[in-house]
């Protein structure tokens, strides 16, 4: 078998006493596209923060094409995160243009003028964001655009791979829609790979092949998205599932940790 774009080996968590991640393992191939689902405090971001290197492990190891890479700039060239609020990851004072000609002038200091306002402008049409929003601030433009230029930012970088933690869960649920549609998009157009981190069962069929599920730290089921989410075999999979609302869901159905 050929060596996984990620993989999480027997990642471990302890803050303080309280252990968030527990003997984690998972892969991502080059170009797959894997979710972590689980509901809230189950440890999803704490793996997403270890993947990106925003967090250190107890314990464990996260090698990118089999490799442990401890050099920041080596690993954001590997790796970009894309956060919830777009509103709070870019700089209130930087317009479209200028966040995204950043990252490319850091990731590649050789690019000349006339080469980055085109690889601008691929990128916003990537993300489907009009070429004159180029000159927009954060405040001019909706959630759903501002997450399409957190988007734009991440894949500036020409990562293999992107860590989308609850990317679309501040959006309303229309929006959310022309994100996930997006990011099925960019996926095909660029080969990038996903590493999908959400509460939200629904959305994850629309956008991944395969999934983890973890409660209190741990991993309960795994597989891919058709299997565990047609024919779960863990009773807590089953319970998430069914506290997805759709018609006829009552709020008594919901998840019941005990
Ligand atoms: N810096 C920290 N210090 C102490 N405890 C933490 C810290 N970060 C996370 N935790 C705890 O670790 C557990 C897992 O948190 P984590 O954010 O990874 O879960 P999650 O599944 O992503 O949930 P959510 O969707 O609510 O963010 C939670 O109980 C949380 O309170």
Known sequence: MSTPLLEVRDLRKVFAEFVAVDRVSFTVPAGGSLAVVGESGSGKTT????????????????????????????????????????????????????CLGEVLAHHDRAVDRRRRAARIAELLELVGLDQRLGTALPRHLSG??????????????NPKLLVLDEAVA???????????????????????????????????RHVCEDVVVMRGGRVVESGPVGAVLDTPSDEYTRRLIASVPRPGWTPSRAVRCD
């Open 47 to 98: 793996c997403a923060r270890i993947v990106t290197g925003l967090e250190r492990a107890t314990s464990g190891a996260v090698l990118l094409n089999g490799e442990v890479v401890t050099d920041r700039r080596r690993r954001a060239s590997v790796v970009q995160m894309v956060f919830q609020d777009p509103y709070l990851s870019l700089d209130r004072r930087q317009v479209v243009r200028d």
């Open 144 to 157: 759903g655009q501002r997450q399409r230029v957190a988007i734009a930012r991440a894949l500036a970088a």
């Open 170 to 204: 501040a959006l309303d649920v229309s929006i959310q829609a022309q994100i996930l549609n997006l990011l099925v998009d960019a996926r095909a157009a660029t080969g990038v790979a996903y590493l999908f981190i959400t509460h939200d069962l629904s959305v994850v």
